[in-house]
């Protein structure tokens, strides 16, 4: 079967680093975006790897290990503004462009 | 420049109408997906268009949803005989064409079924 997994909920303090981890089982696999939702809005796209390792943008970095099934994002100098669902997604077979969600990490950034 | 949208923004029906969720994606995006979000759920993938190719339709729920594009841009999803576990949000995303492109998502349509 295909499965995503994620954390439901994670609490972090402003101005530290969080990481959300995602693990995922697919029937093949093309890639791993990471979205963004703030609460009532439409998701906003963060980040894709397809290859192994450490994809760095801004306070924001994405890792990938394709042999393990395994990705993080990781969030630095927390802002009050990163309090948002975070939602893991894999592209599983390259003949369409579904896209397997997992249910997201609401993260609370507190004071 | 326009981003994706979505009509209505909320639609209340009652049990067992048929209803028809609009999506315009972003001019020249080949591809067009539609998802489905229960309260404090991830996204569920409903169906996916591109180009002329055949729809992958392997995540509608069952025979009463349906969904069309036509002229390669406008998409319309069908709910018939409505049923309350149908209520969520349902959202639309275009991308430029390949399936590894960033999605741009519209703002949703809320559905409630009384």
């Known amino acids: 079967g295909q499965n995503i997994d994620q954390p439901t909920e994670m609490t972090a303090t402003e101005g530290a680093i969080v990481q959300i981890n995602c693990t995922y089982q697919t029937s093949g696999f093309n890639g791993l975006f990471w979205y963004q939702q703030h609460a009532g809005e439409a998701p906003t796209f963060l980040s894709y790897n397809v290859l192994d390792g450490l994809e760095e943008k801004g306070r924001f970095s994405s890792f990938l290990s394709r042999s393990k099934g395994y990705s993080y994002l990781l969030l630095k100098e927390l802002q009050m503004k990163d309090s948002a669902s975070y939602l893991c997604?894999?592209?599983?077979?390259?003949?369409?462009?579904?896209?397997?969600f997992g249910q997201g990490t609401t993260l609370q950034v507190k004071p | 420049g326009a981003g994706v949208s979505q009509s209505p923004s909320n639609k209340v029906t009652e049990k067992g109408k048929d209803v028809e969720l609009r999506c315009d994606p972003i001019s020249g995006h080949t591809a067009l997906y539609w998802y489905r979000q229960s309260l404090g759920q991830g996204l569920e993938f409903l169906i996916y268009?591109?180009?002329?190719?055949?729809?992958?339709k392997s995540g509608l729920p069952s025979d009463r949803f349906s969904a069309e594009r036509t002229g390669g841009s406008v998409s319309t999803l069908t709910i018939q005989r409505t049923q309350q576990e149908d209520s969520a949000v349902y959202l639309c995303?275009?991308?430029?064409?390949?399936?590894?492109?960033?999605?741009?998502f519209g703002p949703g349509t809320r559905l409630t079924v009384l």
């Open positions: 995303a275009s991308s430029p064409g390949a399936a590894y492109n960033e999605q741009f």
């Open positions: 997604a894999a592209h599983g077979s390259s003949n369409t462009g579904k896209l397997i």
């Open positions: 268009f591109q180009g002329n190719s055949a729809p992958d």
